[in-house]
């Protein structure tokens, strides 16, 4: 091939750049590999594992973890920049850091995401989650799937996969490139036989699977026209939906979410609150902000924070450290302060002062007050 390939420059009167050219070959990895001295006119070619061609890292063993690695390190860059312009420019506007996400940073991750967007990829959706849970203003222990269900956002998994989707279709309609639709062809043929060929191929299998439809249906549907996006898309939004929910109905980390999470964005968000108010309500909503919710931590660090004593749950709060719990059942607060309209914001800041005085230093308990009125104004029952 070397030799072929001098000859047609010689012809045409064309030079190598023996610096910057590399030998690779491709092989699914395994087995000895044999040391070969490449040569171009009697000067050695060095040999590589991946190589990269217009902006696509390209491994010898067919794999796209390179160029995924890659892509997730420029996308966390451009995160970065895009935190700082939410702060400065959209601080009050969470609808607008989302569309800084989708526009900047999603459209860099997603370089090249026709070949490797079969299947999600935890590196990317960790990126995503990273800028959910900024906007929620909750930490990394938060869940991806409470943030992705309060925000109510699709994995990237859906919108890379409806990617690879657009181009295969696009070769299969005879556009694209040439070589690209002759690997196409290719698939195709050995589909039809029943060969699983490589990674992508069996990636682009589960990807189809998973929405109920099997190879031979695809190609069956492809060829009499009835394959169609929007019904991929339905499909992957129930798919995910199912999935959110049936973790949300398992939580550990947030036990009463499923009785307070409606239909859509929630009301809070819609009322232009500013940053600090739809933070409030989202970190209380989430979890974040009962201590009972950390159960992989040990006891001590799961004590309420207002009298030090038992473990910090919104029944202990209700019933034990106010007088909230009087009236109504301390279920029925819960859904009443955590409701999707925010009406209990004003409650929630009410814990936060208390929260502030409640304890005097680190690890310090509260002396129960000789009253169990309170402090007159609903306010906690210790000092």
Same mark, same amino acid.
């Given at each position: 091939?070397?030799?072929?390939?001098?000859?047609?420059?010689?012809?045409?009167?064309?030079?190598?750049?023996?610096?910057?050219?590399?030998?690779?070959?491709?092989?699914?990895?395994?087995?000895?590999?044999?040391?070969?001295?490449?040569k171009w006119k009697g000067k050695k070619l060095e040999e590589v594992k991946k190589y990269k061609y217009l902006g696509y890292v390209m491994m010898a063993n067919g794999k796209c973890?390179?160029?995924?690695?890659?892509?997730?390190?420029?996308?966390?860059?451009?995160?970065?920049?895009?935190?700082?312009?939410?702060?400065?420019?959209?601080?009050?506007?969470?609808?607008?850091?989302?569309?800084?996400?989708?526009?900047?940073?999603?459209?860099?991750?997603?370089?090249?995401?026709?070949?490797?967007?079969?299947?999600?990829?935890?590196?990317?959706?960790?990126?995503?989650?990273?800028?959910?849970?900024?906007?929620?203003?909750?930490?990394?222990?938060?869940?991806?799937?409470?943030?992705?269900?309060?925000?109510?956002?699709?994995?990237?998994?859906?919108?890379?996969?409806?990617?690879?989707?657009?181009?295969?279709?696009?070769?299969? $309609?005879?556009?694209?490139?040439? /070589?690209?639709?002759? +690997?196409?062809?290719?698939? #195709? %043929? @050995?589909?039809? !036989?029943?060969? &699983?060929?490589?990674?992508?191929?069996?990636?682009?299998?589960?990807?189809?699977e998973e929405k109920g439809w099997k190879i031979e249906e695809v190609e069956r549907m492809r060829e009499e026209g009835e394959m169609r996006g929007e019904e991929i898309v339905r499909?992957?939004?129930?798919?995910?939906?199912?999935?959110?929910?049936?973790?949300?109905?398992?939580?550990?980390?947030?036990?009463?979410?499923?009785?307070?999470?409606?239909?859509?964005?929630?009301?809070?968000?819609?009322?232009?609150?500013?940053?600090?108010?739809?933070?409030?309500?989202?970190?209380?909503?989430?979890?974040?902000?009962?201590?009972?919710?950390?159960?992989?931590?040990?006891?001590?660090?799961?004590?309420?924070?207002?009298?030090?004593?038992? $473990?910090?749950?919104?029944?202990? /709060?209700?019933?034990? +450290?106010?007088?909230?719990? #009087? %009236? @109504?059942?301390? !279920?029925?607060? &819960?859904?009443?302060?955590?409701?999707?309209?925010?009406?209990?914001?004003?409650?929630?800041?009410?814990?936060?002062?208390?929260?502030?005085?409640?304890?005097?230093?680190?690890?310090?308990?509260?002396?129960?007050?000789?009253?169990?009125?309170?402090?007159?104004?609903?306010?906690?029952?210790?000092?």
């Amino acid at each position: 091939m070397i030799e072929g390939l001098e000859k047609y420059m010689e012809e045409k009167g064309l030079e190598v750049n023996v610096k910057k050219t590399k030998v690779m070959r491709c092989r699914k990895g395994g087995g000895r590999w044999k040391n070969v001295i490449w040569k171009w006119k009697g000067k050695k070619l060095e040999e590589v594992k991946k190589y990269k061609y217009l902006g696509y890292v390209m491994m010898a063993n067919g794999k796209c973890k390179e160029h995924l690695k890659e892509r997730v390190r420029k996308g966390a860059a451009v995160m970065r920049e895009v935190w700082g312009i939410g702060k400065r420019r959209f601080r009050d506007d969470w609808a607008r850091r989302l569309w800084l996400f989708d526009k900047l940073v999603w459209t860099v991750m997603s370089y090249g995401v026709e070949i490797w967007g079969w299947r999600e990829r935890e590196e990317v959706e960790r990126i995503h989650y990273r800028c959910l849970r900024w906007i929620n203003g909750v930490g990394w222990r938060t869940p991806g799937y409470l943030v992705r269900e309060e925000l109510m956002r699709e994995k990237m998994r859906g919108r890379a996969g409806m990617r690879a989707w657009g181009y295969e279709r696009k070769l299969g $309609e005879g556009r694209g490139g040439e /070589i690209a639709r002759w +690997c196409w062809e290719e698939w #195709r %043929e @050995k589909a039809r !036989r029943g060969k &699983v060929v490589g990674e992508c191929e069996r990636e682009r299998r589960e990807f189809y699977e998973e929405k109920g439809w099997k190879i031979e249906e695809v190609e069956r549907m492809r060829e009499e026209g009835e394959m169609r996006g929007e019904e991929i898309v339905r499909r992957e939004k129930r798919w995910q939906e199912e999935e959110r929910w049936g973790k949300i109905e398992k939580s550990r980390s947030n036990v009463w979410y499923s009785w307070i999470k409606g239909k859509g964005i929630p009301g809070y968000l819609k009322k232009g609150w500013k940053e600090k108010r739809w933070q409030r309500v989202a970190t209380f909503r989430l979890g974040e902000e009962i201590r009972s919710n950390r159960y992989w931590e040990e006891e001590e660090n799961r004590k309420c924070r207002v009298c030090g004593r038992e $473990e910090e749950t919104w029944e202990h /709060i209700w019933e034990e +450290c106010t007088d909230w719990g #009087r %009236e @109504k059942g301390w !279920r029925d607060m &819960v859904e009443e302060i955590l409701g999707e309209e925010g009406g209990g914001e004003e409650w929630m800041r009410k814990i936060e002062e208390w929260r502030g005085v409640g304890i005097v230093g680190e690890g310090e308990e509260c002396e129960k007050s000789e009253s169990e009125e309170g402090d007159g104004n609903g306010g906690p029952r210790y000092e």
